[in-house]
């Protein structure tokens, strides 16, 4: 399948039971989706990521158009985050899991984040080595420059979680933080918290390539301020992120993203 840098284009020919057309044409760089409760924000948002998820452009049931850039794509890369954190009740999955701490869907999205961590760390680690081989001019710099996205991530991390005086473990490769002189897991955080972090580290690990990411209100759980940068710390990380969300907070779209927003009622007819 030919990839693509984002998404350009929702169509959806019955958004609920034969009814409302929905056509939304998207910024490459972010786009909020607004409305009151049960207008179809989420539905929107969960029948794309179907889609999507399908591998084909067109759901023969379900009558949803994904147009791309470029024009020749038929998917793009993406991620999903969903704000609700409910506890995880598979008995199956507790069993495989009886070593860990793990307690909630938010843990459960932090460990698979912590191996795609390990791996964004070796596409680090072979970029720098990779540049000494070819011997290229400014290596040096040029070396120095890569290991500062890590770093920028943890000092933006480390400057969020100051206030409750947890700071990131920097001779780890896993992520863990120091807190009232002790080392925690991150199962241990808050769930706002645990939702920064998994929204920061999901867009980290994509190491600036184009994609699309997707969040279902994700000002649950998360204060006022975290709120206002939340937009702004996902493009300083990636700028070559698509965003899409949804949300009810005038929070979220402040420091100037109130014209990337559309109401539902602007795209179904």
């Known amino acids: ?119 964004y760390q ?17 290596a040096t710099v040029k070396v120095q420059q890569i290991a500062q996205e890590k770093i920028h991530f943890q000092d933006i991390v480390d400057d969020l979680f100051k206030e409750t005086g947890k700071s990131i473990v920097r001779d780890r490769n896993e992520i863990c933080f120091h807190s009232l002189g002790e080392v925690i897991e991150p199962y241990k955080l808050s769930s706002g918290e645990k939702q920064m972090l998994i929204i920061l580290l999901t867009v980290l690990v994509q190491n600036h390539r184009p994609y699309v990411l997707f969040m279902d209100e994700p000002e649950v759980s998360l204060h006022v301020e975290w709120q206002e940068q939340l937009i702004s710390l996902v493009r300083d990380l990636n700028p070559n992120c698509q965003v899409i969300l949804t949300t009810h907070s005038p929070a979220v779209i402040m420091n100037g993203w109130s014209d990337c927003v559309t109401d539902v009622d602007d795209i179904i007819s």
């Open 122 to 138: 070796v596409n680090l680690s072979n970029r720098m080595v990779e540049i000494f081989t070819r011997q290229e001019p400014d």
């Open 1 to 119: 399948m030919q990839k693509g840098n984002y998404i350009t284009r929702i169509e959806i020919d019955s958004l609920w039971s034969g009814q409302r057309h929905v056509t939304w044409n998207l910024s490459p760089q972010v786009n909020i989706l607004s409305g009151v409760n049960g207008v179809g924000k989420s539905t929107i948002l969960n029948r794309v990521v179907k889609c999507l998820l399908s591998g084909i452009k067109m759901e023969e049931v379900g009558g949803i158009h994904l147009s791309f850039s470029p024009e020749n794509a038929d998917t793009v890369d993406f991620d999903v985050i969903r704000s609700f954190d409910r506890p995880l009740l598979s008995a199956d999955f507790l069993n495989k899991m009886a070593d860990t701490i793990l307690q909630s869907e938010l843990d459960f999205y932090l460990y698979q984040l912590q191996r795609r961590y390990l791996d």
